[in-house]
């Protein structure tokens, strides 16, 4: 065979299987998971457990990288603006993908167009909580509290344009009442003063609101979810109390800039389906109080897109802003 010929035929078969290839070869450095929140909160339980299962599959380190500040937007813009090579990722959710299209006029990105899903790993609901010595036990009687008197109770948030501000300033909209807005700079500096009784209410994800309410610290006064939580049944949904016809889970996913190579993609899709059908995980999602979700692809992209829509317009109607 001429070596003209055995050289191009080298090259049409290395061009043929590259990709594979390229797939096979990465991560060959480590990957930085971007969290948008502080340590300690959902976004930062589901970052490092992506981060811990994703890097013993690949072999490679998946670094969790806290990135705070203007409640999901700094960290989340930073990944927007990343090289799309695959080595910088977010941990994305209803806050700052869905939400944040609403409250912000002028958002630095765009979430369905500067973002490729990877995958939602699980939808956990919110839990209405009250300081210990708040003296109320219901949630109708916080507002019938708050009707009469306007202003005077306050409620925390792990951040203007965080789930938990939105949440919360949309069932007082939708109910007419006016509750003072209290933004920390994550969860756990919301619960200090709730526990130390300086706040008086924290609509938080359930799975960690759940020891607080175990341990008798905070009063359990409604879940944002469809049904009633395992966890806490004798806990009534929003809706169940008849305060507003208003419910809402937080997925919790794995995204990455848009433009990156699809066969990196593909590799991390993979990966990313092997970790969310692991039963440990799955145990550990569920006992935290998460619905496991494992929505990949097109199926992921659609539930994004629908709660994008849906939520931002939803805000903008009520007239929440992150300020």
């Known amino acids: 065979m001429p070596i003209t010929r055995r050289a191009a035929m080298a090259f049409s078969a290395s061009a043929i299987v590259s990709p594979a290839v390229f797939a096979q070869a990465y991560p060959s450095k480590p990957v930085r998971i971007i969290v948008p929140q502080p340590p300690g909160g959902g976004f930062d339980s589901v970052g490092r457990l992506i981060a811990d299962r994703m890097g013993k599959l690949s072999g490679q380190s998946f670094v969790v990288e ?6 999901t937007l700094v960290g989340t813009d930073l990944a927007a603006k990343a090289p799309a090579d695959g080595y910088t990722l977010v941990i994305g959710s209803i806050s700052n993908i869905a939400l944040n299209p609403g409250l912000y006029a002028n958002l630095p990105y765009d979430s369905l ?14 839990t209405l909580l009250g300081r210990k010595d708040l003296p109320f036990n219901s949630l109708q009687d916080v507002l019938a ?30 109910a007419k009442v006016d509750l003072a807005h209290v933004p920390y700079r994550g969860a756990q500096p919301a619960y200090q003063d709730l526990l130390g009784g300086r706040v008086d209410l924290f609509f938080d994800l359930s799975p960690t609101a759940r020891p607080q309410v175990d ?27 008849g305060a507003a016809d208003l419910q809402l889970e937080s ?31 799955q145990e550990s999602l569920t ?7 494992s929505a990949l692809g097109d199926e992921a992209r659609q539930i994004v897109k629908r709660d994008v829509d849906h939520w931002s317009q939803l805000v903008r109607q009520l007239g929440i802003r992150a300020g």
């Open 66 to 71: 806290n990135r705070t500040g203007s409640g």
């Open 113 to 126: 167009r500067d973002f490729e899903p990877i995958g939602l790993l699980v939808s956990y609901s919110y």
């Open 251 to 281: 997925w919790f996913g794995l995204f990455a800039p848009t433009g990156t190579p699809p066969e990196v993609l593909q590799k991390l899709r993979a990966d990313f389906a092997k970790v969310a059908a692991m039963p440990d995980v």
């Open 215 to 241: 341990a008798g610290n905070v009063k359990a006064l409604a879940v944002s979810g469809a049904a009633r939580s395992p966890m806490h049944p004798n806990v009534p949904t929003v809706k169940e109390t």
């Open 145 to 174: 509290h708050a009707k009469a008197n306007p202003g005077k109770l306050s409620y925390a948030s792990a951040g203007n344009g965080s789930g938990q501000h939105v949440l919360a300033a949309a069932l007082w909209h939708l």
């Open 287 to 293: 006992k935290t109080g998460g619905k496991p979700m």
